[in-house]
């Protein structure tokens, strides 16, 4: 499959690349249960049909990647690597032998884990085989190399056996090959750097091994850096030169018992074996419901996602990574590092959570983020996402999303602010959080987060128990089409090229516009009053294009209903008011205050003003190219005109749309359309009655018998996190946690405990709200348990969303007839 790709980590050098040795194999799964956070309550069997039994799975030979998060000692012609006081050493006893926690970075990538403890409230003590680097020349604070290969393999050609002797034979073969590359052996000046094999206690690229196949079911074990290869001879310890492979340069790995740990986040779930359900008919609830096939999916889609938002505009905005190569401690550790000491230089922290300092420090505690309404904290952590999927979320669309005027406007940028370079960029970053999760769970393809491309591979994915992903783009200017003063600033071949090269990255969803005008339609600019987010993007309209919002009168058959109360309530100035409003340098261009701004807007005393842009015709252009595609066109933050124009193009051919974005969607008759004509329409996550209210609404909207799901028209949600917009509160107080935790599943097959991540534990009930993406179970639970609506609208509310994967699927499954 196409996303089966491996994008490796940026190389060092040519040099780097040379001395790195290559490998292959294939791979063998891990399970995903956790077991230590046990639930405390026992779980209540269903009854399912009879399955066919199968025969007992042979073991498979290890590979290279066979070795994730598990626990080895290595050994070399009888010799085993063995921890002393100081650094590593070689004994003949297998009883001495030191295990080895092997945690991935990167896929047949380790950190060899030899000792970690951790006090609670304090980060660990680690020691783990690797570089050393004494006079910090070769790594960033985050552990990266940046240093000179020839200087670091010079180096260690005088420390290469630490055992006996400081020159092994081979330094002073290496000392010359460093020195005679690019002349930049001696570039440090008279630093003693003297790097050694040894034990190191931080993780960084120093540390990182290359396991690599050789004869038998032996491997070499190479330095990701250097690629010198760990030998055991009996002199001692040493590396060598890839071209000295042999005997001693091959290690058998064998598996060990009480092993080193590494931090991690729990997904705090205790899963039946077989796993959660896939198919409706697995679950009790729906297995009399008429209509429904039984390879009908159980779950539910999150419509509108930003996994990737940690890299938008410019980046250090949102404080935190979905993944990292050494792992959550680094994460999420302390976003004094993007937003200053107390978080101080956190713009848009300061204008929409607590004004003020917090207490900048996540891992171990988190005393303070993350929170549903701290909006410059990453809060979709691949753990906390991996708890949502054992819930029974099966597709997930994160949207790929940039604003160029507002990266422009970012004082804290590190990141490109061309729409084309950051969104590529952030495509990028997903593929490597795939081969990252695939590493972590034993090799390529294993991995429960699988990108998808087309309906069919979605179903695949899903029947395989994985998590579907699919790559959309929400950008103001897409594929780089802005206009200025009504000129185009792109060409119909432009657009065919730039859309094929985000088809190539797997991109299969696109907002034609976001926010502002652009050389493809207006946009949306009329759900706010006042001096709420209309007036707000009115203003930045000007800046974008270099001309005002143009209104008219809307048509009256389009008045519909505008409110979007749940939206207002979590949204009430969104990310524009934050910017653009915070930032100083934006200067006469734009009013000082939201008060002088409200002075601008022409929409004052009316009720109904709608923008008189509809598509261009760059618009209609780009329209055709999507359905020539097979591409999910997304009618959010786009003119209501521009909207209408879309759907009678897309109607006429039974193409569906989608409105992921809730209320953004524009009136209510526009979204009744979309699921009319075969569409999907979702609303925010919300809490309790009000997500009742939602769920029923949408998926109850008026559609012919042949786009549901049975008797259900299917209702994702849009959690938009990490979109600077908050995720849903809790009205729940603590005295209702032993009420609610543990819960059971809705599929009955997982039971959920309170999530922790390092030392805290969290709970809807805190005072956070859904304070990261793992808490949507519990916020389905607890909209189960404590929802004041009627028994049936609750039951009516869960099966319109556990029936949104299958509705999802097949939306686009029509979407691809209608390409033919």
């Not at 986040?265 to 008429?290: C, K, M, T, W």
């Not at 509310?797 to 509705?807: D, P, R, Y």
């Amino acid at each position: 499959m196409s996303m089966n790709r491996t994008l490796p980590l940026v190389a060092v050098t040519a040099v780097a690349t040379f001395l790195s040795a290559c490998g292959g194999g294939g791979s063998s799964a891990t399970a995903t249960q956790d077991t230590s956070t046990p639930a405390t309550a026992q779980q209540q069997p269903v009854t399912l049909p009879p399955t066919p039994s199968k025969p007992p799975e042979q073991p498979q030979p290890l590979n290279r990647y066979s070795f994730a998060n598990g626990c080895f000692t290595l050994s070399s012609e009888g010799r085993y690597l063995q921890a002393g006081t100081d650094g590593y050493q070689l004994t003949t006893s297998a009883g001495e032998a030191t295990a080895f926690y092997m945690k991935p970075t990167a896929l047949g990538r380790y950190l060899l884990v030899s000792n970690y403890q951790r006090d609670p409230g304090a980060f660990g003590d680690i020691e783990l085989l690797g570089i050393s680097d004494p006079a910090g020349e070769f790594l960033d604070d985050s552990g990266n190399f940046i240093g000179e290969v020839s200087y670091l393999v010079s180096g260690l050609g005088d420390t290469l056996n630490l055992v006996l002797d400081p020159i092994a034979p081979l330094g002073g073969l290496l000392r010359e090959l460093g020195e005679s590359l690019d002349g930049l052996g001696d570039n440090i000046g008279e630093i003693n750097v003297q790097p050694a094999l040894g034990k190191v206690d931080k993780a960084s690229d120093l540390a990182v091994w290359n396991v690599n196949p050789s004869e038998g079911e032996r491997f070499t074990v190479a330095s990701q850096v250097t690629g010198l290869l760990l030998t055991a001879t009996d002199e001692g310890l040493t590396l060598s030169s890839p071209s000295l492979e042999d005997d001693n340069t091959r290690f058998t790995l064998a598996s060990a018992e009480q092993c080193a740990s590494y931090p991690e986040a729990h997904v705090s779930a205790d899963v039946e074996e077989q796993g959660p359900a896939i198919y409706l008919r697995e679950v009790e609830r729906f297995r009399n419901v008429p209509g429904l096939d039984n390879d009908d999916i159980f779950g539910y889609v999150d419509a509108h996602s930003h996994i990737s938002a940690y890299e938008f505009i410019g980046g250090r905005i949102n404080y935190g990574d979905p993944f990292h190569k050494f792992g959550v401690d680094h994460a999420l550790h302390d976003c004094a590092e993007n937003h200053g000491p107390e978080g101080l230089t956190g713009v848009v922290e300061q204008v929409t959570s607590t004004p003020g300092p917090h207490a900048t420090r996540g891992w171990p505690d988190f005393p303070y983020w993350p929170r549903n309404n701290s909006l410059q904290h990453h809060q979709s952590y691949y753990k906390w996402i991996e708890r949502a999927h054992l819930s029974g979320l099966k597709i997930l669309v994160n949207h790929l999303v940039h604003n160029e005027i507002l990266c422009q406007l970012n004082p804290q940028k590190q990141n490109d602010c061309d729409t084309m370079v950051a969104i590529e960029m952030q495509a990028e970053q997903m593929h490597r959080m795939q081969d990252y999760i695939d590493a972590q769970n034993g090799g390529p393809g294993e991995g429960w987060f699988r990108i998808v491309t087309d309906p069919a591979q979605a179903r695949d994915v899903i029947a395989d128990g994985k998590m579907a992903v699919i790559l959309g783009v929400e950008a103001s200017k897409a594929l780089n089409c802005g206009e200025f003063l009504n000129v185009a600033e792109c060409s119909r071949e432009e657009i065919v090229e730039r859309l094929d090269r985000l088809y190539a990255m797997d991109v299969r969803s696109l907002f034609p516009v976001h926010k502002f005008d652009n050389a493809f339609g207006g946009h949306l600019p009329d759900l706010s009053d006042g001096i709420g987010i209309g007036a707000v993007l009115y203003g930045g309209n000007l800046l974008e294009t270099g001309h005002p919002i143009e209104f008219e009168e809307c048509p009256e058959h389009e008045h519909g209903d505008t409110s979007n109360p749940v939206a207002d309530a979590l949204q009430p100035l969104g990310i524009f008011d934050q910017l653009l409003f915070q930032i100083d340098y934006v200067g006469e261009r734009f009013p000082a205050s939201p008060e002088e701004l409200a002075e601008y807007d022409p929409r004052r005393g009316t009720d109904h003003l709608c923008n008189t842009r509809g598509l261009t015709d760059l618009g209609f252009f780009l329209i055709e190219e999507l359905t020539k595609r097979g591409m999910m066109i997304e009618t959010d933050h786009i003119s209501r005109k521009a909207a209408s124009q879309i759907l009678d193009v897309t109607g006429a051919r039974g193409y569906p749309v989608i409105n992921s974005h809730g209320g953004w969607g524009g009136t209510e008759d526009l979204r009744n359309q979309v699921a009319a004509q075969g569409g999907i329409a979702a609303s925010f996550g919300s809490v309790r009655g009000n997500w009742v209210d939602q769920l029923t609404r949408d998926g109850n909207r008026p559609r012919a018998d042949e786009f549901k799901v049975g008797p259900f028209g299917g209702a994702p949600f849009a959690s938009d996190v990490n979109g600077i917009a908050s995720l849903a509160g809790n009205p729940g107080t603590p005295d209702q946690e032993t009420s609610l935790y543990p819960f059971t599943s809705v599929d009955g097959r997982v039971v959920f405990d309170k999530q922790l991540t390092g030392d805290h534990a969290f709970s809807l009930y805190e005072g956070r709200g859904v304070a990261h993406y793992g808490l949507y179970p519990d916020q389905i639970a607890d909209m189960i348990a404590n929802s004041d609506r009627s028994e049936e609208q609750v039951n009516d509310a869960v099966n319109q969303l556990f029936t949104s994967a299958e509705a999802y699927i097949r939306m686009w499954e029509r979407l691809e007839l209608a390409t033919q």
